[in-house]
């Protein structure tokens, strides 16, 4: 079992900065490929970026494409999102996953694990 637990949410000004912390217990990361999504109450769960268990392979929508950056820290057992120059259509609960099939994909089925979620508000 992996339990994963977001941080670093809050309320930005639109054009600030936050940085996103997923942080894994239970077992290490190693082989899991690592996400990022995002949901807003009544509406589907979106895909905003992942990683590869190697960080070699990143990707992102298009929506958040040079705004943010996924990073893993594999010693720590963490998965980080730098999110910048945010926009208020950003605002969401930002949730962490894992798919031990390193898959890296944008459809939320094919991760195993889920974190509870931390909650970004960018107001204008």
């Known amino acids: 079992q992996v339990q994963l637990v977001e941080s670093g949410g809050g309320l930005v000004q639109a054009g600030g900065s936050l940085r996103l912390s997923c942080a894994a217990s239970?077992?290490?990361?190693?082989?899991?490929?690592m996400a990022w999504f995002r949901q807003d109450p009544g509406k589907e769960r979106e895909f905003v970026a992942g990683i590869s268990w190697s960080g070699g392979s990143t990707k992102y929508s298009d929506s958040v494409k040079g705004r943010f950056t996924v990073s893993r820290d594999t010693a720590k057992n963490m998965v980080s999102l730098q999110m910048n120059n945010l926009k208020t259509e950003d605002t969401a609960g930002y949730y962490c996953?894992?798919?031990?099939?390193?898959?890296?994909?944008?459809?939320?089925?094919?991760?195993?694990?889920w974190g509870q979620g931390t909650q970004v508000t960018v107001s204008s």
């Open positions: 996953a894992a798919d031990s099939m390193n898959r890296l994909w944008v459809s939320p089925l094919v991760y195993d694990y």
């Open positions: 239970g077992r290490t990361l190693s082989g899991y490929a």
